[in-house]
């Protein structure tokens, strides 16, 4: 009777199996694992989408949302698709494509904090769900979902993620561009097709395309490719003069809001203000400091065990792709190393070396541990979310801002459309100038000796304010 139910259970077991892997193939595995991954993106990254932009670095949000704003009460065309902020005032330190998507979050679900937000929320779920896809081509589809999740853990993208600024967008675009790379390394369809597509969206994005092409050209250079990159060379050529054309068109100068000097100032040749000069050891600890907290120190000592290992196998075509993919991920970050030194979302990009380095990490430790490899994820896993949970409570709670929001509320509640306020002290009123448009919808000055009918006095300690109507 034993043996009787025993070979029952196994036929059944068998037939069971047999009717998954037929009806259930990997492709349809690979949706399943995609698409939880994409929502369970969704999930953790997008917690507090309604806080007012008060937090660190949260300015973004109030800049590029006044200009999307912008974008649709005046029209892409009337704009000639110029960056407006008010006025006369144009934005040209970045390419267009992030207010133009936050402009359409607008038109579609009005605007607010979340909807600013979903923008780089959606992005960057697109990108955990790349990621999966990616590992699972080159490594496989366990490895996949392990590379998944670690990135998504990490405190860089789960507060980063929805923060309204270029690099979680990017990061997007930089991953199609390196599954492209896959693709044809693989020598599959399509490949230079993701290659051009990605590269295009960042050019559009913001400067990180010329560094990836770079990385490309390391990854792929040969003689039967030379058409293909010359072709991805004029893309990201293109777009960077079609920006240009732009500025020009909008302000009158190629050079016109500043472009050019921002690009000195975020590469350090112009710095912004004394306080950011700082010499190579500074910079190489700054870059210490914003690795552990943003990448977290488990998941870069994965990543650095991925890359020893490597080396040591001297195997030149395995160090040339680990070249250029370093030069794709970091060459942005470390050109415009002022911009990095203050602002660690510059180092986003990074995320993709360090985690297909640590891909190799799990794999080394699985076979030298002899451990299964999705035990090894979890553990490490776990350790991932845990290690920097405070530091994350403390990003999520951020308030630097209050105080600014609080005064562009009141000016959109008292002060008339056609009216204008100046801010004083002045250099509280340059530096919160993002916010106190955004907040308040109305034309917003700093210089005293421009007309104006409304005062907004901040306290020396700034911690009140009083807005008061001139005679």
């Not at 039967?224 to 500025?247: D, K, M, N, P």
């Not at 993002?434 to 907004?456: E, G």
Request: glycine share 8%; proline share 3%; aromatic share 12%.
């Amino acid at each position: 009777m034993d043996i009787s139910v025993t070979i029952i259970a196994k036929n059944l077991s068998n037939a069971i199996k047999s009717a998954l892997n037929k009806n259930w193939g990997d492709a349809s595995r690979r949706q399943a694992e995609a698409l939880v991954l994409f929502i369970l993106s969704i999930i953790i990254i997008g917690s507090n989408l309604s806080k007012p932009f008060v937090g660190i670095h949260d300015w973004n949000g109030a800049r590029y949302g006044q200009i999307a704003r912008n974008y649709l009460e005046k029209g892409w065309l009337t704009l000639k698709f110029g960056q407006l902020q008010t006025g006369n005032e144009y934005y040209t330190h970045f390419p267009l494509l992030l207010p133009i998507l936050i402009s359409i979050s607008y038109y579609l679900l009005g605007v607010s904090e979340l909807t600013t937000r979903l923008v780089p929320l959606v992005t960057t779920s697109l990108s955990i769900v790349a990621i999966y896809l990616l590992v699972s081509a080159v490594f496989s589809r366990p490895l996949g979902v392990i590379a998944a999740l670690a990135s998504l853990f990490t405190p860089l993208v789960r507060y980063y993620g929805k923060n309204p600024v270029h690099e979680p967008v990017a990061f997007l675009f930089l991953l199609v561009v390196a599954i492209g790379t896959a693709r044809v390394l693989q020598h599959k369809k399509l490949g230079w097709a993701f290659i051009y597509l990605g590269l295009l969206l960042l050019g559009l994005t913001n400067w990180m395309g010329g560094f990836v092409f770079l990385g490309v050209a390391i990854c792929l250079y040969r003689k039967e490719y030379s058409r293909q990159l010359f072709g991805a060379a004029l893309l990201v050529i293109g777009t960077a003069l079609l920006h240009f054309w732009q500025i020009h068109l909008i302000t009158g100068a190629w050079d016109g809001g500043g472009v050019l000097l921002s690009l000195w100032q975020r590469m350090g040749i112009q710095p912004l203000t004394t306080q950011d000069n700082f010499t190579l050891l500074e910079f190489v600890v700054r870059v210490r400091i914003w690795a552990q907290n943003m990448f977290t120190v488990t998941l870069l000592v994965i990543a650095g065990l991925g890359v020893v290992t490597s080396l040591l196998k001297k195997n030149l075509a395995v160090i040339r792709l680990g070249l250029g993919l370093f030069i794709a991920s970091w060459g942005y970050a470390l050109f415009f190393s002022n911009a990095a030194y203050i602002h660690e979302y510059f180092f986003y990009s990074g995320l993709l070396f360090i985690i297909v380095s640590a891909c190799l990490g799990f794999i080394f430790l699985s076979r030298v541990l002899k451990i299964n490899l999705m035990l090894v994820g979890v553990i490490v896993l776990t350790m991932i979310w845990f290690e920097k949970s405070n530091y994350i409570s403390a990003l999520n709670g951020s308030n630097h801002d209050g105080l600014a929001v609080e005064i562009g509320q009141a000016i959109k509640k008292t002060v008339p459309v056609e009216d204008t306020v100046l801010i004083i002290p002045t250099d509280y009123g340059q530096s919160r100038r993002p916010h106190l448009l955004f907040y308040s919808h109305r034309h917003i000055i700093s210089d005293p000796r421009t007309s104006y009918q409304w005062l907004a006095t901040v306290s020396s300690d700034k911690s009140s304010y009083a807005l008061t109507s001139l005679p």
